[in-house]
């Protein structure tokens, strides 16, 4: 089964950090794209953070600074590392996997829950 697992929410205070992990399995995700989305109460999904197969990573001017992305190839796993959080980063954060050349695939995990408290 394909599939896309996070962990790593919670419950912080405004200035803390956490760090998210999405591990992969039944698909080899080396060679496609991987980001983190976030969806707020009432909000639209939107984009976080990516990395590019090769590396090269993209975020949204509202966490530059803030949010690091890396991935571990070996282990299938995307992390996102969170530092000096603030209360409008409370959302869903979900984890993708991307790939749009054969084989292509566009799979999403289920979402873990980050509270940022004032």
């Known amino acids: 089964q394909v599939q896309l697992v996070e962990s790593g929410g919670g419950l912080v205070q405004a200035g803390g950090s956490l760090r998210l992990s999405c591990a992969g399995s039944?698909?080899?995700?080396?060679?496609?794209?991987m980001g983190w989305y976030r969806q707020a109460p009432g909000k639209q999904r939107e984009l976080v953070a990516t990395?590019?197969?090769?590396?090269?990573?993209h975020y949204a001017d509202s966490v530059k600074g803030r949010f690091t992305i890396s991935r571990d190839n070996a282990q299938n796993t995307v992390y996102l590392q969170m530092n000096s959080l603030k209360p409008e980063d409370t959302a869903v954060y979900y984890c993708?996997?991307?790939?749009?050349?054969?084989?292509?695939?566009?799979?999403w995990g289920q979402g873990t829950q980050v509270t940022v408290s004032s």
């Open positions: 990395i590019s197969a090769g590396g090269t990573t």
């Open positions: 039944g698909i080899i995700f080396s060679r496609g794209n």
């Open positions: 993708n996997a991307e790939r749009r050349t054969f084989p292509s695939y566009n799979i």
